[in-house]
């Protein structure tokens, strides 16, 4: 669960304090540092979950239920670090697909894929 509330201005000035509730119950088993790293990309990249399977090893995949053990990183991943560099490096007045390109692109070039 994560809980978002403003510190101090309007909403497009102020500073965010982000606090994440984990369920140990659902991380019983796993490593610390892989839980850490888990709660440290689910934090930056301001998703409520990662209910989802992605298609290729990331920390984001770590305790989905649907996702294969091969999926599963133990760790943050140079793709998990990727796309957190792409998401706050976009153009945040780009349209969606402009967003997602960006994104898909500097990922493709951090794995040299392009």
């Known amino acids: 669960m994560v809980l ?7 909403a497009s000035t102020a500073r965010w304090r982000t606090y994440i509730v984990v ?3 659902k991380t019983e088993g796993y490593r610390l540092g892989a839980v850490a790293d888990y709660v440290a990309v689910l934090a ?3 998703t409520q979950n990662f209910d989802a399977c992605r298609p290729m090893p990331s920390i984001t995949n770590l305790i989905s239920p ?3 053990a091969d999926l599963k990183s133990a760790a943050i991943t140079d793709t998990d670090l990727a796309y957190l560099k792409a ?3 976009m153009d945040t007045g780009a349209n969606f697909q402009q967003q997602r390109n960006f994104i898909a692109d500097r990922i493709a070039m951090a794995l040299g894929v392009r």
Do not use: E, F, H
């Open 4 to 10: 978002k509330a403003p510190t101090s201005g309007p």
């Open 23 to 25: 369920d140990t119950s």
């Open 44 to 46: 930056l990249s301001q």
């Open 66 to 68: 649907v996702c294969g």
């Open 87 to 89: 998401v706050y490096t």
